[in-house]
């Protein structure tokens, strides 16, 4: 206790002592950020049996989800950009700056973001980066906000996902605000999540359609049967559950090495726990519970064959370890290189076809206008030449041409029709009005 009272120091050794503590603890933090930075680098927490760096600073070395997240972030960063360690550890930049520029960071703006970023303020660091890399602007809008309470937020999964040598994420795509789930009795949990307006649609046909069951319409009833349709949907893909499994030689054989039957994959499964079985050298076993994968035990390309004994669940990172450790990383990454570039060619393949296909669209498209008005055009003509040829009787019969162009108009809809029954149409128009018989009216009448 008598260590950390400081009541017994006079005011200058106590200001020295801190001043003293602080350049230390900088050192200290650029030292524990380069260990970070290599150890993540040489993936070193996979042996440890760890998925990821996240989980081994977290559950490892103790570090809060936070802790863990920056300290990670700032760490790539200074492995891309070795100068950030000396700025750290003499006080030019804190590890919030490093994380607000590593986006940003190039290697023909690196030397001048790092110094103009010194002995800036988390606010200076905004205006500095609103100046240099200028976003666009914000829809003015006005909403009015409930209170809710601090619940606290899911981990940021971009860390673990993130792989060497890859730039890390923007903050951009991990500042947005995220589901949150938080304890609130020893069995009771809130949820908080923003809903879109099609997820938002499909909960409340959801709950009419559970009217009868469920009148009261509760949310998290509603979203318990939900969670139960998808898990059962889930685990017939990803492990073919089900109540009543085919006898193994209903299954047709595969003549694919690497398809694993489905009756495996079921007794696996469960016989695993739906866990990764990576063991460390000191005992421990990984908990990864997502991204795992059936791993041949003895590598097909050696003649292992896909039995209960002979397959086992791995988190992808552990498969790949598994497979760097048998194949050499080396040759593993030279594998994951083709397969990335045949991937980006399948993909260019499809945008390519893609256009191809829009671009054929197009052409037929406008092969079809191009008929179309074509056709147009032509009845227009026909009809035209039919209407014309109505003229020259009409001017033989003593019409004026003005007479005669009027009424050969009517039969431009009938173009098809006999020249006969064209005429007869044109005369009807030009017909004088019959008029009434009797003498004309005098409107005069005799005086009663």
């Known amino acids: 206790m008598r260590t950390y009272s ?24 650029a030292a524990l950020l380069a260990h970070v930075a290599e150890v ?27 802790e863990a997240y920056k300290r990670i972030r700032v760490a790539r960063a200074a492995r891309r950009f070795p100068a950030i360690f000396d700025a750290l550890a003499e006080g030019r930049l804190q590890l919030t700056a490093v994380v607000m520029l590593a986006p940003h960071l190039a290697p023909e703006n690196a030397d001048e973001l790092l110094a103009a970023a010194a002995h800036q303020s988390k606010a200076e660091m905004e205006q500095l980066l609103a100046q240099r890399f200028p976003g666009p ?3 003015a809008r006005v909403e009015a906000l409930l209170p809710a309470p601090d619940i606290g937020q899911l981990v940021p999964e971009p860390v673990e996902s993130h792989r060497p040598g890859e730039p890390p994420v923007a903050p951009s795509q991990v500042a947005a605000p995220r589901p949150r789930v938080t304890p609130v009795s020893p069995e009771r949990f809130a949820l908080q999540v923003t809903l879109g307006r099609g997820t938002h649609e499909k909960l409340r046909y959801a709950q009419e359609l559970l009217g009868h069951r469920l009148p009261s319409g509760d949310i998290a009833q509603v979203l318990d049967r939900a969670l139960d ?30 398809h694993i039957p489905a009756d495996v994959t079921r007794a696996v499964w ?25 791993d041949h035990i003895e590598e097909v390309a050696r003649g292992g064959r896909a039995s209960v004994t002979g397959i086992r669940l791995r988190c992808r990172a552990h498969n790949q370890y598994g497979a760097e450790c048998a194949f050499g990383a080396d040759f593993m990454r030279h594998k994951r290189e083709e397969a990335r570039r045949a991937a980006d060619a399948r993909r260019a393949g499809a945008r390519a076809a893609e256009a191809r296909a829009a671009v054929e669209a197009r052409r037929r498209a406008a092969e079809a206008r191009a008929v179309e008005e074509a056709r147009q055009k032509a009845a227009e003509a026909h009809a035209h030449a039919a209407a ?14 003005d007479e005669a162009r009027r009424a050969a108009a009517l039969c431009e809809a009938i173009p098809d029709a006999p020249l006969e029954q064209r005429l007869r149409r044109a005369l009807s128009s030009l017909a004088p009005r019959p008029r009434p018989f009797g003498p004309a009216p005098s409107g005069l009448g005799s005086a009663p």
Do not use: W
């Open 40 to 66: 993540d680098a040489r993936r070193l927490y996979l042996p440890a049996a760890y998925p990821s760096m996240f989980a081994y600073c977290v559950q490892e070395l103790h570090l809060s989800e936070d």
């Open 270 to 294: 469960e016989r695993d726990g739906g866990q990764c079985t990576f063991v460390s050298d000191t005992g421990r076993r990984c908990a990864a519970r997502k991204l795992l994968e059936f």
């Open 388 to 401: 014309e040829e109505v003229i020259t009787p009409l001017r033989l019969l003593g019409f004026r041409a």
């Open 6 to 29: 400081l009541s017994h120091l006079s005011d200058q050794t106590l200001l020295r002592d801190l001043a003293t503590l602080v350049a230390r603890d900088r050192s200290t933090t």
């Open 229 to 258: 349709a998808l898990i059962e949907k889930l685990e017939k893909a990803k492990f073919a559950a089900t109540t009543r499994p085919r006898s193994n030689g209903n299954e047709r054989p595969s003549t694919n090495p690497r």
């Open 137 to 139: 602007d914000v829809t």
